[in-house]
């Protein structure tokens, strides 16, 4: 039963780098999310997606691109990597917008 | 103001006593309200659904008041495995996110011996 699985769980990027980082859910839940959490910042929505082939921007957008091509899959994507996006990376999902959200368990990431 | 704010902490609690925290959210028309709980460098678990009617899961309790637009979580008989970062959650208080939930900022709580 892995609900919820993100890969990678740690990274290192130098700036400008690009990366993907990959969520996976296997309870058919219509909504996934990607969120950043910084210290003293709580949880900010990045991009979500209510279904398979849609996308859209949450809170903190701006510097992301994401893609949802099989409805099990929600991929995040950093084209140009900065400082300022070092972060820890969740992604969750639900069944839809007003129920618990099930989380990964993130993704570390540094820009040096 | 933030849309759900909560008071940071940390709440020191001695073990076995009991702590009650509040959250407040800014959009009264809010329908979802959840509590979560996070342990450090963890991700977020869902702790419980808060209720009109206010409702108790064990040693946890959470209420609901519409009028002053805020939501609380009592623990009793505090553990020292209950010694996390607690995290408010409410629907629909951020205009870019549509309906979707808003979490606030997690009021710290840590049980001693």
């Known amino acids: 039963n892995a609900g919820v699985t993100q890969t990678p769980k740690f990274r290192v990027l130098k700036t400008g780098q690009s990366m993907t980082l990959l969520c996976a859910q296997d309870?058919?839940?219509?909504?996934m999310y990607w969120y950043r959490q910084d210290p003293g910042m709580g949880l900010r929505l990045i991009h979500y997606?209510?279904?398979?082939?849609?996308?859209a921007k949450g809170e903190v957008p701006d510097g992301y691109n994401v893609s949802r091509l099989k409805k099990q899959n929600f991929l995040l994507g950093l084209e140009s990597a900065a400082p300022s996006q070092t972060s820890v990376y969740f992604c969750?999902?639900?069944?839809?917008?007003?129920?618990?959200?099930?989380f990964g368990d993130g993704t570390r990431l540094s820009i040096l | 103001r933030k849309e759900v704010e909560q008071d940071p902490g940390p709440f020191n609690v001695p073990e076995g006593a009991t702590v009650a925290f509040n959250c407040t959210y800014s959009?009264?028309?809010?329908?979802?309200f959840f509590w979560y709980r996070q342990d450090c460098r963890k991700e977020p678990k869902l702790l419980m659904s808060v209720y009109s009617s206010g409702n108790e899961d064990g040693r946890f309790t959470a209420q609901l008041n519409r009028a002053s637009q805020y939501i609380s979580l009592l623990i009793r008989d505090s553990k020292l495995s209950d010694s996390a970062t607690y995290l408010c959650?409410?629907?629909?208080?951020?205009?870019?996110?549509?309906?979707?939930?808003?979490f606030g900022g997690g009021t710290r709580v840590l049980v001693k011996p």
């Open positions: 309870m058919n839940h219509e909504y």
């Open positions: 997606s209510v279904g398979e082939g849609t996308t």
């Open positions: 959009n009264s028309a809010s329908q979802s």
């Open positions: 969750a999902s639900s069944y839809s917008e007003n129920q618990p959200q099930h």
């Open positions: 959650v409410v629907n629909g208080q951020i205009k870019a996110a549509g309906n979707k939930l808003t």
